[in-house]
C-alpha cells in the first residue's frame, strides 16, 4: 500500500486517506478562516508527491520536486485531481494542468 497524509496548515494531520477524507478537507477548508485557509495530500512513492489547495482555489502541485501553480476553477475540480493524486495518475494530473 501507498503511504499517504492529509496535512491542513491549522495543523490536523491524518495517515493513510480516502475519498471521504477528501471531501471533508473540502468542506473543512470553506468554513476556515483566511489565515488557515489551506490543506495538502501527499502521496508517497518514490518521491513525495503533493497538492495543495489554499481558499481561494490556487494549487501548488510538487511531482519528482518540481513545483507547478495551477488556479481551479471550482471545488469540483479540486477534488477530482486529488482523487486522481489517490490513485497515482500524476501523467494525467499534469497533462491537465496544460
Not at 493513510?16 to 470553506?30: H, M, T
Not at 495543495?52 to 481558499?55: A, C, G, I, L, Q
Given at each position: 500500500m501507498t503511504e499517504n497524509y492529509i496535512q491542513y496548515v491549522s495543523g490536523y494531520q491524518k495517515d493513510?486517506?480516502?475519498?471521504?477524507?477528501?471531501?471533508?478537507?473540502?468542506?473543512?477548508?470553506?468554513?476556515?478562516?483566511?489565515?488557515?485557509?489551506a490543506f495538502w495530500i501527499s502521496v508517497i512513492t518514490n518521491d513525495e508527491n503533493v497538492i495543495?489547495?489554499?481558499?481561494d482555489l490556487s494549487l501548488s502541485f510538487i511531482f519528482e520536486e518540481q513545483?507547478?501553480?495551477?488556479?481551479?476553477?471550482d471545488w469540483k475540480e479540486v477534488e477530482e485531481l486529488y482523487k486522481l493524486l489517490l490513485l497515482e495518475r500524476f501523467d494525467e494530473i499534469t497533462s491537465r494542468l496544460k
Open positions: 493513510n486517506i480516502d475519498e471521504r477524507d477528501i471531501l471533508k478537507a473540502i468542506s473543512d477548508i470553506q468554513l476556515m478562516d483566511d489565515e488557515h485557509g495543495e489547495v489554499n481558499k513545483e507547478t501553480k495551477y488556479q481551479a476553477i
